[in-house]
């Protein structure tokens, strides 16, 4: 019998997503909750388990193709009867929601991938562009024939992309491990095609810059005066939110500038004691507790206005959101319950939340709700701005770069390490002094750090 498998809902109101790559193609035999795709929402990229044991007879979409959910997605020829669907009160057939349906665990932990069979009518890798590769980097004949999908992350993929790098070249070196950036790097060294691409400091330059000089110009040698980028994935979503944020809740932003010397100090003491050096305490670490500390003198800045409802909705807890600038475009990932952390539960949580959004494995969980949050745009050498409010949330702090400037300290001017910090909130929610109040409580904090025990 035939089963479809139409695009699940995957959580968080996503209407669609987009298919990365197939791990899968017609005529592969497949097993109950193996990995079929990666797709990328508005969120995250996230890998489809088969709900199904079976044969793939039929792939209904490209990789590169938007899918609309409830769409088909995917054809089986399975055993048995009758179709393994559920019928829904229409009387339609109807497939179980798959959100929390995680793929089967290997021995190593990883969601289990197969190989693309030889013969297969959609094979995994062109034989052609294999023989034309460098004779260091060609596989095996054998591997030729049978290769699996390069194993990597979006952000690794895309810098392959922009190098014009071909990663089951690249996939061939490096074996059953996952391909790094750095593997992409080698091999365009190696093949006399340096990384001119941007780096992660830059993630947005990606977007427009030509990658090669064939970029720059036609095949006939002219100017290419424009390139035309589609609008999706997380940059549609973000830009969406942006715009309704901008145009729904009235903006207030206020600065302060404040002597953190003393926070530099303590971090720098903090270094030195060897039980803390796995957690890396850094400046953003005591911002983030600081204002979890102020958030709990100043409620309205931990709420949301509820305008269906007509009720402004006071949380008693912190899911402190931290914007990071990804390949993928800007993503806000949550620190759950940040109120009740400690400093170095804090440093270990913004250490995690880094690394999985660098890689792309950021969840769509790990995306929603947040109740307040913070844009590091320090990292970037700025000192100040005015961010915007991530929809539902009353208050975004930017904290800007340290900077060792002369300073009034004592009665006199002196070299002291200087921050700015730029507060945007909901003006419907919070008055001008309640936003000034916040701003100089987490300002205090980071001035003297041992006011934190005095607040509660």
Not at 35 to 61: I, N, R
Not at 223 to 229: F, K, N, Y
């Amino acid at each position: 019998m035939n089963a479809e498998f139409r695009l699940p809902d995957l959580g968080e109101g996503l209407t669609e997503a987009e298919v990365v790559q197939w791990l899968v193609a017609p005529g592969d035999t497949v097993a109950l909750n193996q990995t079929l795709a990666e797709v990328e929402t508005a969120k995250a990229v996230v890998e489809l388990p088969s709900p199904y044991a079976g044969t793939v007879s039929t792939l209904h979409a490209e990789a590169g193709e938007t899918v609309a959910v409830g769409s088909a997605l995917i054809e089986f020829d399975i055993e048995g009867e009758d179709e393994p669907t559920v019928a829904d009160d229409a009387g339609a057939k109807a497939q179980p929601n798959l959100v929390g349906y995680g793929a089967a665990p290997t021995a190593t932990g990883r969601p289990a991938r197969r190989a693309r069979r030889a013969g297969s009518s959609r094979p995994t890798a062109d034989t052609a562009v294999l023989e034309a590769a460098p004779h260091d980097a060609s596989p095996s004949a054998n591997t030729a024939t049978v290769i699996a999908r390069p194993r990597s992350t979006p952000p690794v993929r895309a810098h392959a992309k922009r190098l014009g790098i071909d990663l089951v070249l690249v996939a061939a070196e490096v074996g059953d491990r996952v391909t790094t950036r750095n593997d992409v790097d080698a091999y365009a060294e190696r093949i006399g095609r340096p990384a001119t691409a941007p780096t992660d400091a830059t993630p947005d330059a990606g977007a427009t810059a030509p990658s090669s000089p064939a970029a720059l110009f036609g095949a006939g040698g002219e100017a290419v005066r424009e390139t035309r980028i589609p609008i999706r994935g997380v940059r549609k979503h973000t830009a969406a939110a942006m715009v309704q944020s901008a145009f729904t809740a009235p903006h207030v932003t206020v600065f302060h500038t404040v002597d953190v010397t003393a926070t530099m100090d303590l971090l720098a003491t903090l270094r030195e004691d060897r039980s803390l050096a796995e957690h890396r305490i850094g400046p953003l670490a005591v911002v983030a507790k600081a204002v979890c500390l102020a958030l709990g003198r100043t409620p309205g800045l931990n709420s949301r206005w509820d305008e269906a409802a007509g009720e402004i909705v006071q949380h008693h807890y912190v899911d402190l959101g931290i914007a990071a600038a990804t390949d993928r475009g800007l993503i806000v990932p949550n620190i759950r319950d940040a109120d009740r952390m400690t400093l170095t539960d804090l440093a270990t949580a913004l250490k995690y939340l880094a690394e999985t959004a660098r890689s792309g494995k950021t969840s769509p969980a790990e995306l929603a709700g947040g109740t307040f949050s913070i844009s590091n745009i320090g990292v970037f050498g700025v000192d100040a701005g005015t961010p915007i409010l991530p929809p539902g949330q009353s208050g975004i702090l930017a904290v800007g770069a340290v900077r060792r400037q002369p300073w009034e300290y004592r009665g006199e001017i002196a070299l002291r390490q200087l921050m700015t910090l730029s507060l945007s909130f909901d003006h419907r929610l919070m008055d001008g002094a309640e936003g000034a109040r916040f701003l100089k409580d987490v300002a205090d904090i980071l001035a003297e750090p041992g006011r934190a025990m005095l607040l509660r």
